[in-house]
């Protein structure tokens, strides 16, 4: 069977969002699965020298109005975030638990988080916010929080983004697919002649 | 007659090369011109505090690789040059006293320094490697280097980056269409359905 196609991302990261709603159906019509992957850009950014998009002097005023156009563009419902960015820590931690407690959830809690920060105006860097979107799954409140708050869950987490920088994981969305790494929600067309082809 | 897209770029700039080779046959399915706009990515580094993709831990490695494979996606001849990157300052100066002294050679001239430098490797910073690519133009060397060292070009080159930066260009390439601004070879597509729909 072909191996599953990693996908990295911040929660925080409107293109991770936009690719996240079309990256399974992508695999999927390549008879591949996805392994998904939330990672910290605010760490990778202490690698690479970077910053949010938003507080970069011009770049951030074009992204602000790119994120809106490039999802209505691809007719992806969006909602620009009040609080925009945000830390990805407490979403990223509460994933790698349910993913360690029912993985059966873990991509649909990852679907339910991006969709209710970027569609709902949902806070999902605090634990409140999480709860209230896991609780739609019926993940239950006290089980998530002990999960988030566990030491090992935060040891998880770190390794996981460590792990992904090492790999050259430098921004969101990136998906590698067989070694061969895309960066950008406007690399899923060059993935998907990659998956289909074989390489080009 | 509907006014023409203006196109800014780097001669230094892979994906502004890539776009390069496209924006007149696009702007020309929908009935509109293209103004060229060579600038100079380095003097608007100083306003967004970016730097040169090579240069960049991670990413410089992933743009290395995306620079060629991005190139065979399109179908588009390329060959990463052996100095990289390089000053844009003098076929910049090239371009706008090409502009000034016969318009209808500027376009060429600006295909030609691109295409030299990115698929012959011919160094386009030098005032020698710009009047080689000239020459195939017959654009006359001496009256070219007067050109280059006149006052008033160097002026109007420097007038000319500082009004694209003014303007809120900080990549290469980017577009602007009506006022609607499109950063990045990526952005071709979005351009293309916004002149055929008129904004979406």
């Not at 709860?131 to 239950?140: F, K, N, P, W």
């Not at 994981?169 to 697919?177: D, I, K, R, Y």
């Not at 690399?187 to 998907?192: A, C, I």
Request: proline share 6%; glycine share 8%.
């Amino acid at each position: 069977m072909a191996a599953a196609i990693d996908f990295y991302f911040d929660f925080s990261s409107p293109y991770g969002y936009l690719a996240a709603t079309k990256v399974d159906a992508l695999a999927a019509r390549h008879g591949r699965t996805v392994a998904w992957r939330p990672m910290l850009l605010g760490v990778a950014f202490k690698t690479t020298g970077g910053q949010p998009l938003p507080m970069v002097p011009l770049k951030g005023d074009y992204s602000r109005h790119d994120f809106i156009r490039s999802a209505r563009f691809h007719g992806i419902p969006y909602r620009q975030p009040t609080t925009f960015p945000i830390s990805g820590v407490t979403p990223t931690r509460a994933f790698y638990w349910q993913q360690g407690s029912d993985p059966a959830k873990e991509v649909a809690l990852a679907q339910a988080l991006l969709r209710a920060y970027f569609t709902e105006d949902v806070n999902i860097s605090s634990v409140d916010g999480v709860l209230a979107v896991a609780a739609t799954l019926g993940i239950d409140a006290d089980a998530l929080t002990a999960g988030i708050n566990d030491p090992a869950i935060k040891d998880r987490t770190r390794a996981e983004v460590e792990a992904a920088i090492a790999r050259g994981v430098f921004g969101s969305p990136f998906m590698v697919v067989d070694g061969e790494p895309f960066w950008g929600m406007d690399r899923l067309d060059q993935m998907e002649r990659w998956l289909a082809t074989g390489g080009f």
